[in-house]
């Protein structure tokens, strides 16, 4: 029997309220907030941080890894690979991207069930579009990440129990490579086509899993054209409560992490014995059926989706289109840094990817600010730099840069957890290396999902 | 430890320096030129008598040459050298190892530093190939850890210590007031100083080194020669050095309120002086002021008053011009300038003038005609990963 054995999801720490943009734009906006990635994520950190949550609440070895999203930060070279350095795999354990489209994700979602082996699906996305469009609105930044092994590798949270894909070609969205956001065709040309061919993949995966509509316990249904989202599922037969929310108004849409992120939501949701139904509308419609076990109630989430949803801190809509290079601000009057040298990080990986020092790994230990510096002065891609001297629990320093923070919150003794992030970008090369944050979700705090799940 | 120095054995005959400022219409040949010019003057010499040339400069040029060329020297042995903010003293321990060796008879020591051609502020190192886990830090940030962690450490209000350290900013400008070579020649009140907005931890621009150009110089020879060249040598008690692995970074018992690096060199320097008593011994010490909770530390580290004391005999003008032990009365980096590879020869310029008596009246230390010895320390690098040097030197 396969199934999923583990989740993780990574929302990012900062928000934007939506109805700040038009103040600015002059158009667009809404209501509610947006999932907005710090400068220093992209899809790879934040993949990154889904695969450790994964990898915190489970301990079994993925003999693969699959990334999925529509923005990768390199294209010719694998982003997999330095994934799979952060999260410190086997090395006989193979990374692939599956990048290009929101059904890139279904593909390594399927690869990796599919597996016979544990295998590491995580999906990420950084959602932009030109400042008042609504892929800017709608869009979020997010990641998450899904463990399928066997019965014998752990247990089975989630038993695999069917899937149905159908396959058209249309032009509904588009996006040249290097282009900052999509174009879109008239709406309703596109939920004309999403429709049928949703209720074309339920009406295949429930016989299949020789079920009702009527009888799926949660409903999730992701894919970049909200309307035809929403119309799906109010055509899918599975009744309206049993729906789940697709954080709109918190999160937003984050493209191709957005059936993993969901899907997770659902499953920290979910109770024993629950049927779970999967749809995804990206250039035709894939449907997985699910069904929970009694071992998804001691499954402990490390920082449960909701917990991350909560624990935010907005960011004004100027600050937010810098961050995504749409508003090119005054740099700090200081040299850029040189672009790191391949060959030096190659033989640094244990330390630049893994967080592996000379006393031991750091990456997954919390620690406590002895000293800590604000520096106006120094470049950065969004001054200033916050930096600590951090103690770990096992007796090891660093001295790091923090992030996800407000100077003014800083403060000696503070508890700190560490965070894979791209320092700068150099000559194109992204430099990625560990911050510390300030521990803000608990990874046993369990409460908030007890209460929900009864 | 068999650090023997040369105590007594080498002697500088004559000094240059050239005013510390924004030279923006001089290059560093043209420094160069000005600061060796006025040393081999001094001491009644031509570059052809001297034997041998060391050139600290930490990025302002490259290999001997970068000395050779604007000085048009023939045939001469000239040594670039570089440790970090130390250079400059450096480029001096060099020169005069080499002459008490026997080697030369006559050999001269340069720093110079043209930092203001980078079109930024502050000064920048040039990138070495690295992994790209360095932490970016501007110097200021670095040494910003140090004033919390004294404060909190040794029970300092943390508004007196902005008074504390205001109070060394304060002393350092009314020096550099006084003296016509140094970069900001304006007296700071305390006052105006606290109300100067922070740009790295608790440290406003007014708490950190000038950044100018400039350039410095010496020559030594053995000092049964010197009576050749000069009647007031200034002889060299010590030159210690001590070059920090780096481990306070990571070592999670190192606390950012001292500099072990300097502690260490400063012992070296007393053993190879004679000194048992610094603050009652010493005439004078110019020390290394990059940022004001340097040198607070630093009083401390070399040993003229107990551990948690400094700021104390800081608020009490112990290192005023006319205290118990003056300390940076040429201004020091923080007024003076910090041209990097010449500020360590910058500090013995001051040992030369103040001890040969040559320093103007306005600008003259307590001590003179009292005592006769002079400290100078340089040091290079951040908390926990430092160079340092300690020399002492008498009349």
């Given at each position: 029997?396969?199934?999923?054995?583990?989740?993780?999801?990574?929302?990012?720490?900062?928000?934007?309220?939506?109805?700040?943009?038009?103040?600015?734009?002059?158009?667009?906006?809404?209501?509610?907030?947006?999932?907005?990635?710090?400068?220093?994520?992209?899809?790879?950190?934040?993949?990154?941080?889904?695969?450790?949550?994964?990898?915190?609440?489970?301990?079994?070895?993925?003999?693969?890894?699959?990334?999925?999203?529509?923005?990768?930060?390199?294209?010719?070279?694998?982003?997999?690979?330095?994934?799979?350095?952060?999260?410190?795999?086997?090395?006989?354990?193979?990374?692939?991207?599956?990048?290009?489209?929101?059904?890139?994700?279904?593909?390594?979602?399927?690869?990796?069930?599919?597996?016979?082996?544990?295998?590491?699906?995580?999906?990420?996305?950084?959602?932009?579009?030109?400042?008042?469009?609504?892929?800017?609105?709608?869009?979020?930044?997010?990641?998450?990440?899904?463990?399928?092994?066997?019965?014998?590798?752990?247990?089975?949270?989630?038993?695999?129990?069917?899937?149905?894909?159908?396959?058209?070609?249309?032009?509904?969205?588009?996006?040249?490579?290097?282009?900052v956001g999509s174009k879109l065709w008239e709406e309703r040309f596109?939920?004309?086509?999403?429709?049928?061919?949703?209720?074309?993949?339920?009406?295949?995966?429930?016989?299949?899993?020789?079920?009702?509509?009527?009888?799926?316990?949660?409903?999730?249904?992701?894919?970049?054209?909200?309307?035809?989202?929403?119309?799906?599922?109010?055509?899918?037969?599975?009744?309206?409560?049993?729906?789940?929310?697709?954080?709109?108004?918190?999160?937003?849409?984050p493209g191709a992490a957005q059936p993993l992120l969901l899907l997770?939501?659902?499953?920290?949701?979910?109770?024993?014995?629950?049927?779970?139904?999967?749809?995804?509308?990206?250039?035709?419609?894939?449907?997985?059926?699910?069904?929970?076990?009694?071992?998804?109630?001691?499954?402990?989430?490390?920082?449960?989706?909701?917990?991350?949803?909560?624990?935010?801190?907005?960011?004004?809509?100027?600050?937010?289109?810098?961050?995504?290079?749409?508003?090119?601000?005054?740099?700090?009057?200081?040299?850029?840094?040189?672009?790191?040298?391949?060959?030096?990080?190659?033989?640094?990986?244990?330390?630049?990817?893994?967080?592996?020092?000379?006393?031991?790994?750091?990456?997954?230990?919390?620690?406590?600010?002895?000293?800590?510096?604000?520096?106006?002065?120094?470049?950065?891609?969004?001054?200033?730099?916050?930096?600590?001297?951090?103690?770990?629990?096992?007796?090891?320093?660093?001295?790091?840069?923090?992030?996800?923070?407000?100077?003014?919150?800083?403060?000696?003794?503070?508890?700190?957890?560490?965070?894979?992030?791209?320092?700068?970008?150099?000559?194109?090369?992204?430099?990625?290396?560990?911050?510390?944050?300030?521990?803000?979700?608990?990874?046993?705090?369990?409460?908030?999902?007890?209460?929900?799940?009864? | 430890?068999?650090?023997?120095?040369?105590?007594?054995?080498?002697?500088?005959?004559?000094?240059?320096?050239?005013?510390?400022?924004?030279?923006?219409?001089?290059?560093?040949?043209?420094?160069?030129?000005?600061?060796?010019?006025?040393?081999?003057?001094?001491?009644?010499?031509?570059?052809?008598?001297?034997?041998?040339?060391?050139?600290?400069?930490?990025?302002?040029?490259?290999?001997?040459?970068?000395?050779?060329?604007?000085?048009?020297?023939?045939?001469?042995?000239?040594?670039?050298?570089?440790?970090?903010?130390?250079?400059?003293?450096?480029?001096?321990?060099?020169?005069?190892?080499?002459?008490?060796?026997?080697?030369?008879?006559?050999?001269?020591?340069?720093?110079?530093?043209?930092?203001?051609?980078?079109?930024?502020?502050?000064?920048?190192?040039?990138?070495?190939?690295?992994?790209?886990?360095?932490?970016?830090?501007?110097?200021?940030?670095?040494?910003?850890?140090?004033?919390?962690?004294?404060?909190?450490?040794?029970?300092?209000?943390?508004?007196?210590?902005?008074?504390?350290?205001?109070?060394?900013?304060?002393?350092?400008?009314?020096?550099?007031?006084?003296?016509?070579?140094?970069?900001?020649?304006?007296?700071?009140?305390?006052?105006?100083?606290?109300?100067?907005?922070?740009?790295?931890?608790?440290?406003?621009?007014?708490?950190?080194?000038?950044?100018?150009?400039?350039?410095?110089?010496?020559?030594?020879?053995?000092?049964?020669?010197?009576?050749?060249?000069?009647?007031?040598?200034?002889?060299?008690?010590?030159?210690?050095?001590?070059?920090?692995?780096?481990?306070?970074?990571?070592?999670?018992?190192?606390?950012?309120?001292?500099?072990?690096?300097?502690?260490?060199?400063?012992?070296?320097?007393?053993?190879?002086?004679?000194?048992?008593?610094?603050?009652?011994?010493?005439?004078?010490?110019?020390?290394?002021?990059?940022?004001?909770?340097?040198?607070?530390?630093?009083?401390?580290?070399?040993?003229?008053?107990?551990?948690?004391?400094?700021?104390?005999?800081?608020?009490?003008?112990?290192?005023?011009?006319?205290?118990?032990?003056?300390?940076?009365?040429?201004?020091?980096?923080?007024?003076?300038?910090?041209?990097?590879?010449?500020?360590?020869?910058?500090?013995?310029?001051?040992?030369?003038?103040?001890?040969?008596?040559?320093?103007?009246?306005?600008?003259?230390?307590?001590?003179?005609?009292?005592?006769?010895?002079?400290?100078?320390?340089?040091?290079?690098?951040?908390?926990?990963?430092?160079?340092?040097?300690?020399?002492?030197?008498?009349?």
């Open positions: 029997m396969r199934g999923i054995i583990g989740w993780g999801a990574h929302v990012p720490h900062w928000r934007l309220d939506r109805t700040q943009i038009a103040l600015v734009a002059g158009a667009g906006g809404g209501k509610g907030h947006r999932a907005v990635a710090s400068y220093d994520e992209d899809t790879t950190t934040m993949a990154v941080e889904a695969g450790r949550a994964c990898l915190a609440s489970v301990d079994v070895a993925p003999a693969s890894l699959w990334f999925a999203t529509t923005s990768p930060a390199y294209l010719d070279k694998t982003n997999a690979s330095a994934i799979h350095a952060a999260l410190r795999l086997d090395r006989s354990a193979t990374a692939y991207d599956a990048v290009g489209s929101v059904r890139s994700a279904i593909a390594a979602l399927r690869a990796t069930g599919e597996n016979r082996k544990p295998a590491l699906c995580v999906a990420s996305d950084v959602r932009i579009g030109r400042p008042g469009s609504p892929d800017e609105v709608n869009g979020g930044d997010a990641a998450a990440a899904v463990l399928w092994g066997n019965e014998t590798d752990a247990p089975l949270l989630a038993e695999f129990v069917a899937y149905a894909g159908v396959t058209e070609e249309f032009v509904d969205r588009w996006r040249v490579p290097g282009d596109g939920e004309t086509k999403y429709v049928p061919l949703a209720a074309e993949a339920l009406k295949t995966v429930f016989e299949y899993a020789a079920i009702a509509a009527d009888s799926v316990d949660a409903l999730v249904v992701a894919g970049l054209h909200e309307r035809a989202c929403a119309a799906a599922a109010k055509a899918s037969g599975v009744p309206a409560e049993k729906i789940i929310d697709r954080l709109a108004d918190t999160v937003g849409n997770a939501h659902a499953l920290e949701r979910a109770t024993p014995g629950q049927t779970i139904a999967l749809l995804v509308l990206s250039d035709g419609a894939d449907a997985m059926v699910l069904r929970t076990t009694d071992a998804i109630a001691s499954y402990a989430p490390h920082r449960p989706v909701a917990a991350q949803v909560m624990a935010s801190a907005p960011v004004p809509y100027g600050r937010y289109l810098s961050w995504r290079g749409l508003l090119p601000v005054e740099p700090p009057r200081r040299p850029e840094p040189a672009r790191p040298s391949a060959s030096a990080a190659g033989r640094a990986t244990d330390w630049k990817f893994g967080l592996d020092g000379a006393s031991g790994v750091l990456a997954d230990q919390r620690g406590t600010i002895t000293t800590f510096t604000v520096d106006k002065l120094a470049y950065s891609p969004s001054p200033p730099v916050v930096f600590a001297v951090v103690d770990f629990d096992d007796g090891q320093r660093l001295p790091v840069e923090l992030t996800d923070v407000d100077a003014d919150e800083v403060a000696i003794g503070m508890r700190v957890e560490m965070t894979f992030r791209r320092l700068f970008t150099a000559d194109g090369i992204a430099n990625y290396f560990w911050k510390a944050r300030p521990l803000r979700t608990e990874s046993d705090d369990s409460a908030e999902r007890t209460e929900e799940a009864s | 430890m068999s650090s023997h120095g040369i105590r007594d054995r080498v002697a500088i005959v004559g000094m240059g320096c050239t005013r510390f400022a924004e030279h923006f219409d001089k290059g560093t040949d043209d420094l160069l030129r000005e600061a060796t010019s006025e040393a081999f003057t001094g001491a009644g010499v031509r570059k052809e008598d001297v034997d041998a040339y060391w050139l600290g400069t930490a990025q302002s040029g490259m290999s001997g040459i970068t000395l050779a060329r604007p000085l048009a020297l023939e045939g001469k042995p000239v040594t670039r050298v570089e440790n970090f903010c130390a250079t400059g003293s450096e480029a001096l321990r060099q020169a005069a190892y080499a002459v008490a060796s026997g080697a030369y008879d006559l050999a001269m020591a340069v720093g110079v530093e043209k930092v203001k051609d980078s079109g930024y502020q502050g000064l920048n190192a040039f990138p070495i190939p690295n992994d790209g886990t360095q932490r970016s830090l501007t110097a200021a940030a670095m040494f910003s850890m140090v004033a919390p962690a004294y404060a909190k450490r040794y029970g300092v209000d943390p508004n007196e210590m902005k008074t504390v350290l205001a109070r060394i900013a304060s002393k350092n400008h009314a020096n550099g007031a006084r003296n016509p070579k140094a970069q900001f020649r304006k007296e700071m009140p305390v006052e105006k100083l606290l109300a100067m907005p922070p740009v790295a931890g608790g440290l406003s621009v007014f708490d950190c080194a000038g950044v100018a150009d400039g350039s410095a110089a010496a020559i030594v020879c053995r000092v049964e020669d010197a009576a050749r060249y000069t009647d007031k040598p200034l002889v060299i008690k010590a030159l210690s050095f001590v070059a920090g692995n780096g481990s306070g970074l990571e070592d999670p018992s190192y606390d950012y309120t001292q500099f072990p690096e300097v502690a260490v060199s400063a012992a070296d320097a007393y053993a190879q002086a004679g000194i048992t008593d610094p603050r009652a011994e010493l005439a004078m010490a110019e020390v290394h002021d990059c940022f004001t909770p340097t040198e607070l530390v630093l009083m401390e580290d070399l040993g003229f008053c107990a551990r948690g004391t400094a700021w104390k005999e800081v608020l009490a003008g112990t290192f005023d011009r006319d205290g118990e032990l003056p300390v940076n009365p040429d201004g020091g980096l923080k007024s003076f300038g910090h041209p990097v590879g010449a500020s360590g020869l910058r500090m013995m310029y001051e040992a030369w003038l103040q001890l040969r008596g040559e320093a103007p009246e306005d600008r003259r230390i307590s001590t003179y005609g009292k005592r006769s010895l002079a400290l100078t320390h340089n040091l290079g690098g951040y908390p926990g990963e430092m160079v340092s040097f300690v020399g002492i030197v008498g009349v």
